[in-house]
C-alpha cells in the first residue's frame, strides 16, 4: 500500500504563491497516475492536476497557467507550484494516487484513486 504525507499548504495573499509537497512511500506502483484534488467547503472535491508514470500531465481549465504538477527524480515526492494564487482556491488539498493496469493507456482523470493523503490547507486572501 501507497502511503502519501502532504505539506506546504498555508496561508497566501492573492497573487502570491505556494508550494505543496507529497511524500510517496510504501509500495510504489510502476505504473501510475498521481493527482492533486481539492476540496472547498459545501463544495464537491475536483481534480486539480495529474501525472501519469510516462511524465504526462494534465490540469483543470481553472488552474492551468498558474499551477504546476512535477515529480523528483526517484520519484518520491509531488509538488504542486501554486503561482498568482486566487481567493477561490482556498481548499484543502490532497493528493492521491493510482495505480494503472498493464494495458490502460488513457489520461488521468477517470482512473480510480485508491491512496489519499490527509490534506493540507491552503487558504488565500484578498
Known amino acids: 500500500q501507497v502511503q502519501l504525507v502532504e505539506s506546504g499548504g498555508g496561508s497566501a495573499q492573492a497573487g502570491g504563491s505556494l508550494r505543496l509537497s507529497c511524500a510517496v512511500s510504501?509500495?510504489?506502483?510502476?505504473?501510475?497516475?498521481m493527482g492533486w484534488f481539492r476540496q472547498a467547503p459545501g463544495k464537491e472535491r475536483e481534480g486539480v492536476a495529474s501525472?501519469?508514470?510516462?511524465?504526462?500531465?494534465s490540469y483543470a481549465d481553472s488552474v492551468k497557467g498558474r499551477f504546476t504538477i512535477s515529480q523528483d527524480n526517484a520519484k518520491i515526492t509531488l509538488y504542486l507550484q501554486m503561482n498568482s494564487l486566487k481567493p477561490e482556491d482556498t481548499a484543502m488539498y490532497y493528493c492521491?494516487?493510482?495505480?494503472?493496469?498493464?494495458?490502460?493507456?488513457?489520461?488521468?482523470?477517470?482512473?480510480?484513486?485508491?491512496?489519499w493523503g490527509q490534506g493540507t490547507q491552503v487558504t488565500v486572501s484578498s
Open positions: 510504501g509500495n510504489t506502483y510502476s505504473r501510475y497516475c
Open positions: 492521491a494516487a493510482a495505480r494503472l493496469s498493464w494495458w490502460y493507456d488513457g489520461g488521468c482523470a477517470q482512473v480510480p484513486y485508491n491512496a
Open positions: 501525472i501519469r508514470s510516462d511524465g504526462s500531465t
